[in-house]
């Protein structure tokens, strides 16, 4: 099975920073990685999937790069509703697997 | 309006056996893979089972495999998720998810339900 690995497990960035959240799997997942928001209490949000395309109705404020094995997620110009949990995801093989999670807090 | 509602979760003792429904509306399931995915109390998310949109693929999680049945009736818009001989470990809470591709499945979760909380306790 492919292991996801993410980091940081959390930060801590101001209104109007830009931070960048980085997943690595352990084998190749090619291009098969998708990205998730949860805020507490919240079911999951789609943000990217295959690395790099934006979800229809999510902030261009998010991008996503990455291939093989190395991504990330990059959110632009903070804001305080972007608080929340970050997961990454592969869809490459079955059985898809998470990362752990990255707690991002707003100042 | 995509909606999808889980329902079924309750407090049961361990050995036990639960089914969970997601009931689907605001697209056409009868073309879509859906999906179970669970969190645990302050954990992350694990996914647990796919089947295709006509129930010809089928594909679980290591952690259920053998325990859990995904299954679908596509007249009643309705996913279900058979869960066998609970344990304390299965306490979570179960989301179904809706695939982003039509036809078979694509693994990338569009939509997701409310979640509900299956707790295991004797």
């Known amino acids: 099975d492919i292991q996801m690995t993410q980091s940081p497990s959390s930060l801590s960035a101001s209104v109007g920073d830009r931070v960048t959240i980085t997943c690595r799997a352990s084998q190749s997942v090619s291009n098969f990685i998708n990205w998730y928001q949860q805020r507490p209490g919240k079911a999951p949000k789609l943000l990217i999937y295959?690395?790099?395309r934006l979800q229809s109705g999510v902030s261009s404020r998010f991008s996503g790069s990455g291939s093989g094995t190395d991504f990330s997620l990059t959110i632009n110009s903070l804001q305080p509703g972007d608080s929340a949990t970050y997961y990454c995801?592969?869809?490459?093989?079955?059985?898809?697997?998470f990362g752990q999670g990255t707690k991002l807090e707003i100042k | 309006q995509v909606q999808l509602v889980e329902s079924g979760g309750a407090v049961v003792p361990p050995g036990r056996s639960l089914r969970l429904s997601c009931a689907i509306s605001?697209?056409?399931?009868?073309?879509?893979?859906m999906h179970w995915v669970r969190q645990a109390p302050g954990k992350g998310l694990e996914w647990l089972a796919v089947?295709?949109?006509?129930?010809?693929?089928?594909y679980y999680g290591d952690s259920v495999k053998g325990r859990f049945t995904i299954s679908r009736d596509n007249s009643k818009s309705t996913l279900y998720l058979q869960m066998n001989s609970l344990r304390f470990e299965d306490t979570a809470v179960y989301y179904c998810?809706?695939?982003?591709?039509?036809?078979?499945?694509?693994?990338?979760?569009?939509?997701w339900g409310q979640g509900t909380l299956v707790t295991v306790s004797s």
């Open positions: 295959l690395t790099s």
């Open positions: 089947m295709s949109f006509d129930g010809s693929h089928i």
């Open positions: 995801q592969q869809g490459d093989v079955t059985p898809c697997s």
């Open positions: 998810a809706k695939d982003l591709r039509g036809g078979s499945y694509s693994l990338i979760f569009e939509s």
């Open positions: 605001g697209f056409n399931f009868n073309l879509y893979g």
